[in-house]
């Protein structure tokens, strides 16, 4: 039987591409820890700032960060899946 030789490039930049989207996504999660930890700061400070903006910010960084640990574990979940099948 012939062996496919595209099948490892193909497979690499798959994974390289679902690296690349990962990482961004934890870029754009760090990004609005940080507004949200801003508008906290500001609002413990006793600044002028709208409540709901912050609660709003606090909600949206907790909603993110649930989805990236769900993508997390699936991420995970298929590496041990993978490392169980037999080649």
């Not at 496919?4 to 690499?12: F, L, Y």
């Not at 591409?17 to 934890?26: A, Q, R, T």
């Amino acid at each position: 039987p012939q062996i496919n030789s595209t099948a490892k490039p193909a497979q690499s930049n798959t994974l390289k591409e679902v690296g690349k989207s990962f990482d961004s996504m934890l870029q754009n999660l760090s990004q609005s820890q940080n507004v949200s930890d801003d508008l906290m700061a500001k609002l413990a400070a006793g600044e002028d700032v709208d409540l709901h903006q912050v609660m709003i910010a606090a909600d949206q960084t907790d909603i993110s960060f649930k989805v990236a640990m769900g993508i997390r574990d699936k991420l995970v979940d298929a590496y041990k899946e993978v490392s169980r099948m037999n080649v």
